[in-house]
């Protein structure tokens, strides 16, 4: 049984700082762009990279001893280059200094799992490390099966709770009716070609079900 735990965090403006500037660089630094402050640090990049609006490119050689100093004021750090011993270089001087870090090369106590998302829904997939194919694999799959309307059935859901809110004061009575809109196939039917159609069948559900 894995140590690892799923966990969310929110990445809005904190600093993140890659190394790396290849093809495994490019997938973390696409991972965080457009929510944190993405640096990345390579004397190399890839052309995505080189394309890549919205993040910092620092384009040099760093020596071991200069990885305290660009790591400075990070919350989080990935060693994503093709040199083992810089990336446990990375490790240490991240962990050193109280820095969550992920590295390409074997545990540095964060793995950053596959995801998919859907509007507001995030699933993140993971497998201890010990396969990342596997968690490709399982994102396929269930990339494929999450439809649109499951991001359309949260909104859905959040409206539906806002007006229950102003009639329902206990909580058990909006989660037992906001479940039956779940369960309601004719809602989700007309989810495929109308929101707005949905919502109107998901409100007049509610309130033949409402005591």
Do not use: C
């Amino acid at each position: 049984m894995s140590d690892y735990l799923p966990l969310y965090i929110d990445f809005k403006g904190r600093k993140v700082v890659i190394f790396g500037g290849g093809g495994v660089g490019e997938r973390k630094a696409q991972y965080f762009a457009g929510v944190a402050e993405v640096t990345v640090v390579s004397p190399t990049f890839t052309p995505v990279l080189e394309a890549m609006s919205g993040i910092t490119r620092v384009q040099k050689a760093v020596a071991p001893e200069e990885i305290g100093e660009l790591i400075a004021g990070a919350f989080f750090v990935i060693a994503a280059t093709g040199d083992e011993a810089f990336n446990e270089a990375v490790v240490r001087e991240a962990q050193g200094a109280g820095i969550l870090v992920n590295s390409a090369h074997g545990e540095s106590g964060v793995i950053l799992p596959s995801r998919i998302t859907r509007g507001d829904i995030s699933i993140a997939i993971a497998t201890g490390g010990k396969s990342p194919a596997m968690s490709k694999y399982l994102r396929q799959r269930l990339d494929a099966s999450l439809g649109a309307e499951m991001a359309d059935m949260v909104r859905l859901q959040a409206d539906v709770r806002e007006v229950l809110k102003k009639v329902m004061p206990e909580q058990k009575d909006r989660e037992r009716l906001l479940w039956d809109v779940l369960k309601t196939p004719a809602v989700w039917e007309a989810m495929k070609t109308s929101y707005d159609d949905a919502l109107t069948l998901a409100l007049m559900r509610i309130k033949e079900k409402r005591p």
